[in-house]
């Protein structure tokens, strides 16, 4: 069984002017094995909240007073990954270039979804 510390964490923007998505990434390290990485993405989207019994009159009117706007991270890592191996422990020159497939990596998976780079 490995056990893995947190290495780092980063983030970026993936987008353009009109849109910008936040991904966070972190890098974990295996204790005790040299050059073993694992990851996990995560991807920050701004949601619009409205609680349904909240917000309805006695007319059955859409009030919307009561809302939120809440930004939430979902975890990307299995869609990203090039390999099952990114979750449970691969083998890496260096913490950077583990870092620099991730970004590559996300990068296709925006082309795919057809959103803004």
């Given at each position: 069984m490995r056990i893995f510390?947190?290495?780092?964490?980063?983030?970026?923007?993936?987008?353009?002017?009109k849109e910008e998505n936040l991904i966070r990434v972190e890098?974990?390290?295996?204790?005790?094995?040299?050059?073993i990485f694992r990851t996990?993405?995560?991807?920050?989207?701004?949601?619009?909240?409205?609680?349904?019994m909240l917000n309805f009159g006695r007319n059955a009117g859409d009030l919307h007073r009561f809302h939120s706007s809440e930004h939430l991270n979902a975890e990307i890592?299995?869609?990203?990954?090039?390999?099952?191996d990114?979750?449970?422990g691969i083998s890496f020159l260096?913490?950077?270039?583990?870092l620099e497939a991730i970004q590559a990596s996300v990068?296709?998976?925006?082309?795919k979804l057809d959103r803004p780079e």
């Open positions: 510390r947190l290495l780092a964490s980063y983030e970026f923007f993936v987008g353009s002017s890098i974990f390290e295996a204790i005790g094995e040299a050059q996990r993405v995560w991807l920050q989207n701004l949601y619009n909240l409205y609680p349904t890592t299995l869609s990203i990954a090039d390999s099952p990114w979750i449970t260096s913490e950077a270039k583990f990068l296709v998976f925006f082309k």
